[in-house]
């Protein structure tokens, strides 16, 4: 076995332990290695039964007295019960729901337990402990520091840290490249990367852990160091087409848009445009608070460009949010600019006079405009980057939220600009709040423009962490909401109501059954989620926009791209599986018209934190705020949610690490790439998976 061998070859994983595997992103066994526990338990702490006390966590070592199967009167489920002595006293065990164990544990083994106590009338007992027997090799599931990992339906946490102490045994992890150069690892004292994936799994001391932990956090901010790096050292000596501005044609658009720029927008606009008047490649980002109208500003900088006779590119991460785009950009421009749309699914013309839809089979109509400069601005998804697509004198690309740039895909947009001398502009754009000392370590060097200032006439947004008591209260005000014409968005965690196992996480297609049929059965409704086809979400996103349906459950798909003025509530289901700068966005959805708008948070965690953080998110409207108080406290993943979380690939590293962050920023500049091949093949390697995800 090597690291690619597939799963399935490891000793008891089956097709349906395979597929399950899957669920979590692991196909190879280089995959399981890399699969980082969340958290640890300790239970290294040995004691005899008879010291011990109600609320411990601990490891007992006793014998197996007694064993048996027996069924639960109250719970109706199979219950095993055992009766453990470690010559001290003896200890009552409990498991629910387990019957296989007695093949497991016989009566005479020797086994080690470790868990949480509970003491009532009967004594003191465990219920539902790891258990495994005494072997003189190591321990996996206790005795020691045991890793815990996020599971899915069908999978245990025994399971998988035995299928990685497999790998670990077999020492399938020496086989991992220690990618890193002598000189950083001399520089910075770093433990080998295939000791830190053994400690990182199977820790035998905090010491050992923090040194692993170290090291794997240092790999990810390296790596996007690097990349910023490698995109910095490719644009030092290109050159760029210069746009010029043009004063007063720039003043007669703003002046026709129907709405005034706010003072941040204009300073953004500025800001680019200073950047496009120079001879080297712009590569800045624009940040954007939910609703603060990036796309305005956009829309002005895409205009500096046409009235150049270049052409540019507005890259969007969903077919939706293309589209909306190209919808408008179409209505500001009127007249004025010939606009091409291009997904996988739909091609578009409009120039003012007409819009002219294409089917698939003749995009080559729109394709031969482009690369002929008839087309001024070309709006679309990854399409764009099709290898058949070809621009006459792109000057400019923006890239919309979730899409990253790496210098392959940089290459292969130059490539298609039809200058192959001269390099277009960068501008990424974001409505995700990311503080700027934590942008810097995801973007390097980037530029960075902030939108914080809301347009005039905007009402805030009135949140409320609902208690669960209060449901119907809230439904109630939704019903009013409804009969005054509004529209209500209604966001989940999750598709299907049994991903996790044991998980209470609210599902779009559970939820969506119990509003149509028992809560709101005489409105209509509509769900939307990732797995659907493209033309499925757009006819449901299209109906919605039309007003024809009153309430949509989805999942975190409408984070980005739909844009519903009419709707005026956004109710959140299990907020507390939410970042605070997920909810934001989440939030952002409404709050786009003359209508007051509402955030029902709903949450059936009794968690006194859950309650701190959706406390907080309830007062606070600066996403920037939230998103530092969530990053104080909680991962990148955790805080921005997984899409965005897969964009950044930090799986251990946070905000918080510091001084990390400054290594590897200092030791990444100026990196010589052509002595170390081995740092540019990880970066492609990182650009190509995030790509991908």
Known sequence: MDLQTPVRHLSRVGKTL???????????LKDLLFYFPFRYEDYRQILPISELKDGQRVTISGTVELIANRRSHRKRTMLTEALVSDGTEQLRVLWFGQPFIIK???????????????????GVQMVGPAYEKVRPDVSSHTARIVPLYHLTDGITQKQLRSFIHQILKEKIHKSVEDWLPKMIMNKTGLMLLPVAIQEIHFPKDEAFLKKAETRLKFDELFILQLRAEMIRQSIKEARAESIFFKEREIKDFVSS??????????????????????????????????????????????????????????????????????????????????????????????NGAFTQKTKKGKREELLGLLKEGAVDILVGTHAILSESLRFNNLALVIVDEQQRFGVEQRKKIREQSGDRNTEPHFLSMTATPIPRSFALTLYGDLDISVLKEMPAGRKEIKTRFVDPHNREKAYDFIREQIKKGRQVFVVCPLIEEDLEKGNDRKSVLAEYEILSETIFPDCNIAHLHGKMKSAEKDKITKSFAAGETQILVSTSIIEVGVNIPNASVMLVEGAEHFGLAELHQFRGRVGRSEHQSYCFLFSDSGSDTVKERLSFFEKCSDGFRLAEYDLERRGPGDVYGTAQSGMMNLRLATMRDTELIRKARELARGIDFGEYPLLKEKVQEWDHRVHLE
């Open 18 to 28: 395979e597929s399950r595997l899957k669920r979590l992103g692991i196909e190879t």
């Open 104 to 122: 497991n544990i016989k009566t005479g083994d020797r086994v080690y337990l470790s868990g949480k106590i509970k003491e009532d009338m009967l």
């Open 257 to 350: 848009l129907p709405f005034g720029l706010t003072q941040d927008q204009k300073k953004a606009a500025w800001e680019i445009l200073r950047d496009l008047g120079k001879e080297t490649p712009m590569n800045r980002l624009l940040e954007g608070e939910v609703g603060s109208g990036k796309t305005a500003v956009a829309a002005l900088v895409l205009y500096a460009v046409a009235l150049n006779k270049k052409q540019a590119a507005f890259m969007a991460p969903t077919e939706i949010l293309a589209r909306q785009h190209f919808e408008s950009l179409s209505r500001l421009y009127k007249d004025k600019i010939v606009l091409g749309l291009l997904s996988a699914s739909e091609s578009e013309l409009f």
